[in-house]
């Protein structure tokens, strides 16, 4: 009986070790991993790549003549609305009051966002005028922390010595996206969620979902 026991004592000693074993293989595989996608996918990159894809885009419609502002929401959609994640954007917008929404609620409160951004983005390349030089430049302080990223730009347009900053707010589920832009300061979400939670704290949720529907409904 005794020998059963000890049999039985080790199996399940090594057992332990064999799982423990496992385990740290995962880990590091798992850390292998993530270096790697830091290595050919870092936010830096993806955030350059999305503001010179743009810009060029606009240097291309300012160069025909064709930087309307709806040309240029068009290029918005095209160019800029693949790399955002509304989502992100949405929950930090109505954090507090997202859990409480129903799925017909969300969509409400998405298409005024996507409006929104578009109008926001809109108005700031707008005001990029003279575009025949571009230069644009990582800021290589990165702020990191898990799949969050803060990434800020450095632009310059031509001769001008004059440096816009434009700093986005990035997270990574497959590839970056980009949940949030600060421009002159301002945070856009940041912006919308002082909105929403001044008009929710003086008329409540409802009223606010019941505004957002009527002015989507009359554009």
Sequence with gaps: MKKIITIVAIFFINSIFAASSNTEKDNTTNEVAQSVIEIIDPPGAAALTIIVDSLSSLKELKKHNQSTIENIKALINVKLFPHLDINTALKISLKGYWEDLDFK???????????????????????????????????????????????????TFNDDPKVTIVSLKMIRSNRWKVYDVVFSGVSLVKNYRSQFKSYIRRNGLEALIEKISNKLDNV
């Design 105 to 155: 609620q969300r969509q409400v409160f998405y298409k005024y966002i996507v409006q929104s951004l578009v109008n926001d983005y809109a108005a700031i390349l707008v005001t990029y005028d003279n575009l025949d030089s571009i230069n644009v430049s990582v800021d290589p302080e990165i702020v990191r922390k898990d799949n969050r990223a803060l990434v800020k730009l450095r632009i």
